[in-house]
C-alpha cells in the first residue's frame, strides 16, 4: 500500500501550477521557431505543441527558439500554443520490472506505470573515476564460448559488432535469460514495430522477461525517440545499480542510437565531419558507454553489452571505431560462419575480452592459449586444405588443428552446461584432449 501512495505523490509532485506558453513562428519540415520562450526555454527542455505534437528544444535565440519536432508538423499553424514541459528527466520504478516502456516512461503494454520518486536526468554523468571500483567477478553466461574463450565478468562493457541476419538478436536474448544478473534492462532502439512482441513472446521468452526492463522506439518514432531510447534505458539501468543491483543492459543497436544522434545534430546545425557523421557522435556514444560499468562503494555494477550494425564485418567503420575504443572488448560476428550454419556466428580470433588473463585461473589460460593457437593454425591454412595442397606433416600445429577442427567448431556453438563455467571448461579440455 506504501508503495502505491508513494507513487501517487510522485505523480502529484510533476504536476505545474503554470507553464509558460509561447507561439508558433514558422514552421518548416522537421523544425518550428517559437517566440516567447526565448528567456524561460533551456537547450533540451521539451515543449508541447498544440496540445498534441511533442517536441525538444535544439537552440536558443533571441528571436524565439528552434524546436525539433516528434513528429510531422503537417497541419500546425503560425500563432499556434506551444507549452513549456520542462527537462526531460525520468523516474524509474522497481514496479518496471517485467514491462515494456517508450523513451518517455510512458507503458507500451497497455497497463498503468507508476513513475519512481526521484526523477533522474536523461543525460547523467558517469560515476566519479576515482571513485569507482575495479572490474567484478567472472559471470556465468549460459554461452560456453563466453563461459571460457570470452569471459565477461561483472561491470564489464562489450561491443557485439555484427551485420544484420547473423544471429545478433538471439544471441542477446541468450544474455537476457542466461547472464547472472539481477535485473536486465533493454534497449531496442529503431527496431521494426513487427519484431517487438517478436521478441519478447519468442526469442525473449517468459523467462527473461519476468527480470527485465524493455525500453524501446521503433523505427518509424522521431529521431529524438529513437536517441532518447538508450539514454532512457541507461537511466533505469542506473536506478538499479544505485540499489547495490547488479544490471545487464543489452543495446541495440548504438548504430541507430548514432543515426538518431545524426538527424537531431543536423537539424541543429552542426555539419557533418566524420563520414557524414557530425563530430558530437563521438561524444554521445563515449558518454553513453561511461555510464556503464562499475559503481562506486555502496552501488552495484551495470555489466553492458552494446550491438553495433556493421556492413561486411568492418571493424574500421565509424561507429564501431569509436565505440570500440572505449569498450572492454569486443565480438565480432561473421556472415560467413552464419552460413554455414554456426551460431552464434562468433569469430573468435577477431574476438577479444579484456578481461583476460585476470578472469581466469592459470590451468583454464593454457587452455584458452591453445584453443585458438589451434584456430588460428586452421584460419592460415584453411584454403591449402579445402583445395588439397597441404601435406600431412608439414607443420605440426596445422596438422593438430586439422584433426580437432570439427570438434572445436562444434564447442563455439556449445550452449553452457548445468554447471556453468566449471562444465563449460571441462567440456573444452575434453575437447582439446591431452597437452
Request: a negative charge.
Amino acid at each position: 500500500m506504501g508503495h502505491i501512495f508513494d507513487a501517487l505523490c510522485a505523480e502529484i509532485s510533476m504536476v505545474s501550477v503554470s507553464n509558460a506558453l509561447g507561439r508558433v513562428a514558422t514552421v518548416s519540415q522537421g523544425t518550428v521557431r517559437v517566440t516567447g520562450l526565448d528567456t524561460t526555454a533551456r537547450q533540451g527542455d521539451r515543449v508541447l505543441i498544440a496540445g498534441a505534437l511533442g517536441g525538444e528544444v535544439l537552440t536558443l535565440a533571441p528571436e524565439g527558439v528552434t524546436v525539433l519536432t516528434e513528429g510531422p508538423p503537417e497541419g500546425l499553424a503560425m500563432g499556434a500554443e506551444v507549452e513549456l514541459l520542462g527537462a526531460t528527466g525520468l523516474a524509474p520504478d522497481n514496479s518496471w520490472i517485467g514491462r515494456i516502456v517508450d523513451p518517455y516512461g510512458r507503458p507500451m503494454d497497455g497497463k498503468p506505470l507508476f513513475r519512481g520518486a526521484i526523477s533522474r536526468p536523461l543525460r547523467a554523468a558517469a560515476p566519479p573515476a576515482a571513485d569507482r571500483r575495479r572490474l567484478g567477478e567472472r559471470l556465468s553466461t549460459s554461452v560456453a564460448i563466453f563461459d571460457t574463450l570470452l569471459p565477461l565478468v561483472r561491470g564489464q562493457r562489450i561491443g557485439l559488432f555484427a551485420g544484420s541476419g547473423v544471429g545478433k538478436s538471439s544471441l542477446l536474448a541468450k544474455f537476457a535469460r542466461g547472464v547472472d544478473a539481477d535485473v536486465v534492462v533493454i534497449a531496442l532502439v529503431g527496431e521494426r514495430g513487427r519484431e517487438l512482441r517478436e521478441f519478447v513472446e519468442r526469442v525473449l521468452g517468459p523467462e527473461g522477461m519476468k527480470r527485465s526492463v524493455l525500453v524501446t522506439a521503433t523505427s518509424d518514432q522521431s529521431a529524438l525517440a529513437r536517441r532518447r531510447c538508450a539514454m532512457a534505458a541507461m537511466t533505469v539501468a542506473e536506478h538499479f545499480r544505485a540499489q547495490g543491483l547488479h544490471v545487464l543492459y543489452l543495446a541495440d543497436s548504438i548504430t541507430r542510437f548514432a543515426e538518431a544522434h545524426r538527424e537531431v545534430a543536423l537539424a541543429a546545425g552542426e555539419t557533418a565531419a566524420l563520414k557524414g557523421y557530425p563530430p558530437s557522435v563521438a561524444q554521445a556514444i563515449m558518454s553513453l558507454a561511461e555510464r556503464a560499468g562499475p559503481g562506486p562503494e555502496g552501488e552495484g555494477d551495470i555489466t553492458a553489452v552494446f550491438s553495433v550494425l556493421v556492413a561486411g564485418s568492418d571493424m574500421e567503420e565509424t561507429i564501431a571505431d569509436i565505440l570500440r575504443g572505449v569498450l572492454d572488448g569486443h565480438v565480432v560476428m561473421d556472415r560467413k560462419i552464419a552460413e554455414r550454419g554456426r551460431y552464434p556466428a562468433i569469430d573468435l580470433l577477431r574476438s577479444v575480452s579484456r578481461s583476460l588473463p585476470e578472469a581466469a585461473t592459470g590451468e583454464e589460460n593454457l587452455l584458452i592459449t591453445q584453443a585458438r593457437q589451434l584456430l588460428g593454425a586452421w584460419d592460415r591454412a584453411e584454403m591449402m586444405i579445402q583445395a588439397g595442397l597441404y601435406a600431412k606433416g608439414s607443420d605440426p600445429m596445422v596438422d593438430a588443428a586439422i584433426k580437432i577442427w570439427p570438434a572445436l567448431d562444434g564447442f563455439l556453438a556449445e550452449d553452457a552446461p548445468e554447471d556453468g563455467i566449471a562444465g563449460s571448461f571441462a567440456l573444452l579440455a575434453k575437447v582439446l584432449g591431452p597437452r
